[in-house]
Nanobody, 125 residues
Framework: QVQLVESGGGLVQAGGSLRLSCVAS????????MGWFRQAPGKEREFVTA????????YYADSVKGRFTISRDSAKNTVYLQMNGLKPEDTAVYYC??????????????????WGQGTQVTVSS
């Protein structure tokens, strides 16, 4: 089992920045990929970004490319999501997730085995 705890969400004005953190505990040696997803009210959960734990390769949704940056601290079993240039449409609950298996579908929720409880990000206009 892997436990994930997100933090760093909050209320910010458009154009502002937030930094989310996700700390993993438990059987973290099985982590292959960590991802961030988000879910707005009435919408499906969508992919934001992911990072391969070993190689550090990163992937981004087109909607956040150039504004968001994912990074990891292996020693702390922590992944970060730096969000700059926030827009009202970025408002959502943000979830981090762990995938234990290698695969190309890093953008699919079905690829992930463990999920955090989520942290709310609200961007006002």
């Amino acid at each position: 089992q892997v436990q994930l705890v997100e933090s760093g969400g909050g209320l910010v004005q458009a154009g502002g920045s937030l930094r989310l953190s996700c700390v993993a505990s438990g059987r973290t040696f099985s982590t292959h990929t960590m991802g961030w997803f988000r879910q707005a009210p009435g919408k499906e959960r969508e992919f934001v970004t992911a990072i391969r734990w070993s190689s550090g390769n990163t992937y981004y949704a087109d909607s956040v490319k150039g504004r968001f940056t994912i990074s990891r601290d292996s020693a702390k079993n922590t992944v970060y999501l730096q969000m700059n240039g926030l827009k009202p449409e970025d408002t959502a609950v943000y979830y981090c997730a762990v995938s234990r298996v290698a695969g190309s579908r890093y953008y699919a929720t079905s690829q992930y085995d463990y999920w955090g409880q989520g942290t709310q990000v609200t961007v006002s206009s």
